[in-house]
């Protein structure tokens, strides 16, 4: 399946079997545009945007890839897998990769390297025998690591984990200086734009903020009890919070700072739908990783029992705290490498003084999937949410005013959307799918603009970073 001459049509959805049109000339620096993709035939994979073509291929020989990361200076590559996460250098070209200072070689040789130990956890580092060697290895889940994020100046990375953990990793002592508990297999952690906070879900149906400076649960709630949190969204202003779980039902708060009153963190509105298992799929169907590995994301067997509102053992009094340093800042918004001369639009005002903690206020909740709902995600500019999941679409909803109305179905994978990046304009949106494809799509027309193949199994992780202003120190 490749790139196929065709004209951009006027409507609102991709169909499957259209062809994909074509753009003009790829902008003079889109070479500089990070795109990356991964699943279960144990390939990462580089690829140029505009053009379609691989330009690099890592084997990872360890197993499937479950998420991807890139860092916000754009250096490195964190991918989460089986029990551990491998961080990548970005650089194509690099003879060897070395992560801030760890590890030494000359022309390509390894080098002797260090390694740390934390608690519940370890790194490992050395000079890299070839460019597409990891830098470093986290080790320390016992479990597949679900989802990881960055801290926005590069400096420590969250992990979650289907051993019931959340972790901090700090990259310049290469150990975990923070472990989370939940009862349940964690799918997904994302950072608060605060930069003090990080946001998890599990398969209990529970969602949880962890305070980094006070070392504990700060906030904990199950919209449908029992009915699996696949994943977490938030906006660059923190404004709210969503979240979205196997029914394929979609959950939003306002998120506030403050003392709680009676209606925080309460029902929302609507009332999901009673069964979301009623697609008649299997369990390697619903999740293929079972029919891999043997393992599934469900049982809550599988998590590590542990108080909710109690940080792991061994964690407290950890120095060296890269928090600490840490700017409490938003992010400043990129333009777009994709669309050089794209305007930034809808600039997040600065973030209201913190007081006591976050509030959340139920707003709504919606159906959004007819099945199993995987990623939920918020734009850089916070005019979109998209989500995506077991029943092939992509929906692109209206934030306008926190209605998120339904403004576009992008129909054109055959299986299961598995993740998905917007650009840094929030005009383009890539997505991963188990149909073997990844996809570029303009937004604005609802059309695919490109598509990637060579993956020979399904594709479940994407990243992308196409940020003009994001340059390695």
Request: hydrophobic share 35%.
């Amino acid at each position: 399946m490749g790139l196929h001459p065709g004209a951009i049509g006027a409507t609102n959805a991709y169909m499957a079997g259209a062809l994909p049109p074509i753009l003009p000339a790829p902008p003079a620096n889109s070479e500089s545009v990070l795109l990356v993709t991964a699943g279960y035939d144990h390939t990462i994979r580089f690829w140029q945007a505009w053009q379609g073509d691989c330009q690099r291929i890592i084997q990872h020989a360890e197993g499937q890839v479950n998420r991807l990361a890139i860092s916000p200076d754009r250096r490195f590559l964190a991918v989460a897998a089986n029990q551990a996460i491998r961080i990548y250098d970005c650089s194509v070209n690099a003879a060897a990769a070395n992560l801030a200072g760890l590890g030494h070689g000359n022309n390509g040789a390894g080098g002797a390297g260090t390694s740390g130990m934390g608690q519940g956890g370890s790194a490992s580092a050395g000079g890299a025998s070839g460019v597409n060697n990891p830098v470093v290895t986290f080790t320390g889940h016992t479990s597949n690591v679900t989802s990881v994020c960055w801290q926005q100046d590069s400096k420590w990375l969250a992990s979650s984990s289907e051993d019931g953990t959340v972790r901090v990793w700090d990259l310049r002592l290469v150990r975990p200086f923070r472990s989370y508990p939940h009862q349940d297999p964690v799918n997904d952690v994302v950072v608060h734009p605060n930069q003090g906070e990080l946001i998890s879900c599990d398969d209990g149906g529970r969602l949880r903020i962890w305070d980094l400076a006070a070392n504990a649960c700060t906030l904990d709630l199950a919209p449908e009890p029992d009915v699996p949190l696949r994943s977490v969204t938030v906006p660059s202003d923190a404004s709210c919070l969503v979240a979205g779980n196997n029914n394929g039902t979609v959950f939003l708060w306002k998120m506030l700072r403050g003392s709680r009153d009676e209606g925080a963190a309460g029902p929302l509105p609507s009332s999901p739908p009673a069964n979301g298992n009623s697609d008649g799929a299997t369990e390697a169907e619903r999740d293929p990783r079972a029919a891999i590995d043997g393992t599934r994301i469900g049982p809550r067997s599988q998590a590590t029992a542990r108080e909710p509102h109690q940080p792991a053992a061994g964690t407290e009094g950890l120095t060296d705290d890269p928090t600490a340093t840490t700017s409490g800042g938003f992010a400043p918004k990129q333009p777009s490498l994709l669309v050089p001369t794209s305007s930034v639009q809808h600039q997040a005002d600065p973030p209201a003084p913190e007081q006591d903690g976050p509030v959340l206020i139920p707003a709504h909740s919606w159906q959004a999937h007819s099945k199993y709902l995987i990623r939920a995600l918020i734009s850089p500019d916070m005019r979109y949410l998209a989500t995506c999941g077991a029943d092939t679409t992509i929906k692109i909803w209206n934030m306008d005013e926190h209605k998120c109305s339904l403004e576009k179905t992008l129909l054109g994978h055959q299986r299961w959307v598995w993740d998905l990046a917007f650009s840094a304009d929030s005009n383009f949106l890539v997505s991963a799918s188990s149909d073997h494809v990844g996809r570029l799509w303009d937004i604005s027309t609802g059309e695919t603009v490109r598509t990637y193949t060579g993956h020979d199994k399904a594709i479940v992780a994407v990243a992308l970073n196409d940020q003009a202003g994001a340059k390695a120190e």
